[in-house]
C-alpha cells in the first residue's frame, strides 16, 4: 500500500501457510472492485489459480469515510469520503484503472473504459511501485495456454455462445446509436 504521504507499507501474511493447495479458479466482472481484484490479483501474481470473466472495475485506492453529522452539531450534512492510501500488486502495478485483466476474457456487455474506474474524471491514474520478492506456484502456470485453447475451441462451435456474442454486438451498437442521438 502507498499511504496518503507517499510511504510504502508492506502487508506480509502472518501465517504464510497453504490452507488449500488445489486447482482455484476466480470469476470476475465489470462489477468486482477493491477486496475482489486485491484477492484476484494475488491468485493470479502466485500462480494459484486462473482468473476468468471479464476486466475487473478498476478500484485500487483505501478510503475513510467521515460521518459530517458528529461534527455538525446536529445539523444533517452526510458523509465525506477520503482516499487515503492506493493497494498495490506483487509485481507493483496498481488495480488502480486497469483492474484485473482475466486470464481467460468472457465477453462483456460494456467497455470496461466506460464503466470502471477509468470512466470517472476524478479517479486516480494508474501507477507503479517497486515489486516485492514472491515465490509463485509453478502448477497452474504450465496449464493456463492449455486451458485457453480448449475455451476458444469450445465456445468457438457452441452456436448458443456464437448468438449471446452476436446479441452483445448488436447491443453495443444499439447503445452506441443511443448514446449519439442524446448527444
Sequence with gaps: MRESDGSVKL?????????????????INSGSASASEIFAAAIQDYGRGVIMGEQSFGKGTVQNLV??????????????????AK??????GSTQHK?????????????????????????LPWDKIASTAHQASTGI??????LIEKHEARTGKNTEYQYFIKDL???KVHRNKSILSKS
Design 87 to 92: 493497494f498495490y500488486r506483487i509485481s507493483g
Design 169 to 171: 454486438e448488436k447491443s
Design 99 to 123: 483492474g484485473v485483466v482475466p486470464d481467460i476474457m468472457f465477453p462483456s456487455a460494456f467497455d470496461p473504459n466506460e464503466t470502471g474506474e477509468s470512466s470517472y474524471p476524478t479517479a
Design 141 to 146: 502456470g504450465s496449464i493456463i495456454t492449455n
Design 67 to 84: 460521518d459530517l453529522d458528529k461534527v455538525s452539531g446536529g445539523e444533517k450534512m452526510g458523509q465525506l469520503t477520503l482516499t487515503i
Design 11 to 27: 502487508i506480509v501474511t502472518p501465517t504464510p501457510l497453504v490452507a488449500w493447495d488445489g486447482p482455484v479458479a476466480v470469476l
